[in-house]
């Protein structure tokens, strides 16, 4: 069974800085791209980043790049998002997703988020 | 960047078919994935690839793709099946784009 269970989240300032932690079970975790995925109160939902399975590419939404960092460790079946300079904007729970499987016909990134965690909140305010 | 417009809100009688629309610049040449979303829970996959159902998910929904809309059809509405969705592509300048959401309301 897929599990993924996030960690990290919880209060910070404007300014601060945070890393979330993503634990994954039931896949191999090493073969599949992952992603982070945010939805702010009462909002929908807003991909922010993913990683390749080798953890060698990495694609940031325009709105944090340069901000946050996506990273995982293959050998601890762990993903993480480094969040720097945190803006009230980015109050939001934040879900790591996993990606699905090869599709004959289809680029990397058209694949579907198979399985979803059940998010941690991180809420930006002074 | 890409942009996919969903109708807020969607109300259906039980028993009667639900149809969601997913609009976007040429999203027929695109892969469409239809995710659900219940208060309080994470989203989960209910169609992929267009018209894909994961094991799990009952034949009643249902996706189709064409021209500029995409949409998710649950027959046979259920109490259960309300809910947010969302529609997802994947655009070579935009990356994963979701679209707003759509509640459907069970009458």
């Known amino acids: 069974e897929v599990q993924l269970l996030e960690s990290g989240g919880g209060l910070v300032q404007p300014g601060g800085s945070l890393r979330l932690s993503c634990a994954a079970s039931?896949?191999?975790?090493?073969?599949?791209?992952m992603s982070w995925v945010r939805q702010a109160p009462g909002k929908g939902l807003e991909w922010v980043s993913a990683?390749?399975?080798?953890?060698?590419?990495?694609y940031y939404a325009d709105s944090v790049k340069g901000r946050f960092t996506i990273s995982r460790d293959n050998s601890k079946n762990t993903l993480y998002l480094q969040m720097n300079s945190l803006r009230a904007e980015d109050t939001a729970v934040y879900y790591c997703?996993?990606?699905?499987?090869?599709?004959?016909?289809?680029?990397?990134?058209?694949?579907?988020?198979?399985?979803w965690g059940q998010g941690t909140l991180v809420t930006v305010s002074s | 960047s890409y942009v996919l417009t969903q109708p807020p809100s969607v109300s259906v009688a039980p028993g009667k078919t639900a149809r969601i629309t997913c609009g976007g610049n040429?999203?027929?040449?695109?892969?469409v994935h239809w995710y659900q979303q219940k208060p309080g829970q994470a989203p989960v996959l209910v169609i992929y690839?267009?018209?894909d159902r994961p094991s799990g998910i009952p034949e009643r929904f249902s996706g189709s793709n064409s021209g500029n809309t995409a949409t998710l059809t649950i027959s046979r509405v259920e109490a259960g099946d309300e809910a947010d969705y969302y529609c997802?592509?994947?655009?070579?300048?935009?990356?994963?784009?979701f679209g707003g959401g759509t509640k459907l309301t069970v009458l």
């Open positions: 997802q592509v994947w655009d070579s300048s935009s990356d994963k784009v």
């Open positions: 990683i390749s399975g080798s953890g060698g590419s990495t």
């Open positions: 040429n999203i027929g040449s695109k892969s």
């Open positions: 997703a996993k990606e699905g499987g090869p599709r004959p016909g289809t680029t990397e990134g058209e694949r579907p988020f198979d399985y």
């Open positions: 039931g896949f191999t975790f090493s073969s599949y791209a």
């Open positions: 690839y267009d018209s």
